[in-house]
């Protein structure tokens, strides 16, 4: 079961990329990577263009915690390592199907990395 509100899933999915940030060591956000995000169902998915050795991927890995901001939400999120050739099928599909609107220079390198799942933080204690 999603988390994620259907107003944030629907802006967020339709903003096709979002800001990305990582906490660092210290507790404060690294800067913020722009990246492409995917909707699948009631989930968000992304990936590292640059595979597992992506800063941010590694920071997000390592971590486990960071903020994103796209579609005008901005949310605290969970990240979620989703190491499954299946998940990557369809994270292929869907940025080919997304592939149309954005340059073709960062399609082919994007294939290449594991997915994380967003989930977003409820830090009201809700």
């Given at each position: ?59 997000a ?8 901001n ?8 969970a ?45 009201r204690?809700n």
């Open positions: 079961m999603s988390n994620w509100t259907d107003d944030a899933l629907g802006r967020i999915g339709k903003a096709h990329e979002l800001r990305i940030a990582p906490l660092r060591i210290d507790g404060g956000l690294r800067k913020p990577t722009t990246i492409w995000v995917v909707r699948m169902a009631d989930e968000l998915y992304v990936r590292s263009w640059h595979g597992p050795t992506g800063s941010w991927f590694r920071a890995k390592h971590r486990g915690e960071g903020r994103i796209a579609g005008g939400v901005e949310e605290d999120v990240f979620v390592v989703v190491e499954d050739d299946g998940m990557n099928g369809a994270m292929d599909e869907a940025y080919c199907r997304g592939a149309v609107t954005f340059p073709g220079r960062r399609t082919k390198a994007i294939f290449l990395a594991l997915v994380s799942q967003l989930l977003p933080i409820d830090r204690g």
